[in-house]
């Protein structure tokens, strides 16, 4: 048994001469939340559909479980949500989750005692006979967890489960998705393009841009390493500061105040405070900014921007 779900070892795959996927090395470890993440046409749904065994990488190989992909070892414990759902319109939300159920391989009495179990799992008795084709985004979107986890997996593929959705709704997803988590011990690689969402149900971060992977790491390692502080001041002369500061710190000019970006946060801290003192300049604002998910994501895509070909892995 292998100690990874999943693995992708240098899996690459193209449309003609389009590399959608690029070389991509993925370890997943049990009983973990993975962030996927990455802007849209990144290749976060051709790599899990390339996992789900539905698209076959042009190169590399993977495995689930020490299972080569798409064999039927690696089926049985891969749930996924795809990122658009259909439905088929004449059934109902019994008759969609026993219909899955069957098409999973349960037996006739087994289908039906797991979609009553998952009914009630996931709130959804009281709509049990209404046409799943006609419920809002949002239901639609529990609907197709509560079909991903049918065959009790161990790790569910979630591509963009939150997509266009309220957020009222998407606070109900990812509480559904954590409390999932918490109950069965799953593995789970949640897609988004919104990142701020996930922050506090990931363990772990993947980003991707363009079929590379840039970043993969453990979420507070992530935020630590690229906690390149960010301080907003304003005093009675900026123009005296910095050339006090004498071009020891870098720095740009918004809107009239200074945004210092430094590793060196507390002595940064200390030469204002103690330039301020010295030169008796007023201080309008001293402000920390902390690093959001989103707000290192964008560092990392613009490093990437301006560094072509210099790609941050495994940071
Ligand atoms: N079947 C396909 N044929 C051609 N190009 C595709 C196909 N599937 C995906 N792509 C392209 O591959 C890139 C990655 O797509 P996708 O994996 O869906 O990105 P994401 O899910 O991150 O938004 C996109 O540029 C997309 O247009
Ligand atoms: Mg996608």
Redesign the pocket.
Known sequence: MSEYCIELNNVT?T??K?T??DNVNIKLEPGKVYGFV????????????IIMGT?FPTKGNGKVFGHPLASPEALKVLGYSP?FTSFYSDMNCIEYLYYMATLAGLSSDEAIKRTNELLDQFDLKQHANRRVAKFSTGMKKKVSLAQAMIHRPKVLLL??PTANLDPTSRQEILDTVRKMVEEEHLTVLI?S?VLTELETIINHVIM?DH?HIILDAPIHEAQEKFKQGILMVDTSNNDQLLSELNGRYEYTLEEGNIRFATVEMEQLKKDIVSIVFNSQLTLNMLKEEVLSLDSLYKQIMEGEKSDEGNIQKNA
């Open positions: 795959k449309f003609g389009f959608a996927v990455g802007p849209n046409g990144a290749g976060k749904s051709t790599t899990m559909a698209l990122e591509d963009e897609s393009h991707i079929g």
